[in-house]
């Protein structure tokens, strides 16, 4: 059985956000000006752009990490002020804690039978009798499905990615985009995914938007059928090419 197979999750569905005349200034660098973002309940997102370009400084924005200069960042119709408890974060570094084992790092929140829960959230993400690891033993793979599962634990409504497979291999990648797509499809969560790869935007992304310099140089919807065959659809190749123009 696939990792991808192996998961059944529940659907939770997910809330709306959007971005309404959002400034953003670091000093005299404008990061983000008069910036408008409307993402539907349960949409796929990826934002690509060179570095540099405001995609984290968007997301941070999303996340309640940090505030806007002026505008509004709305998450189910009400002002962001904080991080929202429906929004979970990945980043690409799987950021577990080194002295507590597998399991104790997906049941973060000890509530009442939490270890049965985390063990669920394990077996969805293919991590089925790793519960007693460290995670110095994991590799780089298993360790970003292990913060998966910590993220869909909680079982959020919203699940912000930033480059969350930058840093694993070809195959992984693709292995981890099954499983995520397959995820997502079952639940429904909103996701925003920020990315550098182009062909991983249009593999997983109803939608991808090019940020360039603070603004959207392009918004294009990928109306590619799923599960999505990466490799195989000339479709997609053809909409990696307008993505990389804009880029
Ligand atoms: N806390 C901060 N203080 C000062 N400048 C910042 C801060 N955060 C981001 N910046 C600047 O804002 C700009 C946009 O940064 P941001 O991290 O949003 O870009 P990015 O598109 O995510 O880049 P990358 O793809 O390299 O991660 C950059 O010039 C960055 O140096």
Known sequence: MSVADAYEPESTGGLPISLSRVEKSFGALNVLGNFNLDIPAGQFLAVVGRSGGGKSTLMRLVAGLDGADSG????????VERLHPSVRLLFQEARLVPWQRVIENVGIARGPNWQETARR????????????DWPSVLSGGQRQRVALARALVSEPQILLLDEPFGALDALTRIEMHRLLERIWTARGFTTVLITHDVAEAVALADRVVVLREGAIALDIEIALDRPRQEL???RAVDLQRRILDAV
């Not at 509004?72 to 002002?79: E, L, P, T």
């Not at 959230?121 to 007693?132: C, F, K, Y």
């Open 232 to 234: 195989a659809d000339p």
């Open 121 to 132: 959230a394990l077996a969805d993400v293919g991590l089925e009798g790793r519960e007693n």
């Open 72 to 79: 509004r960042v709305n998450i189910g119709g009400r002002k």
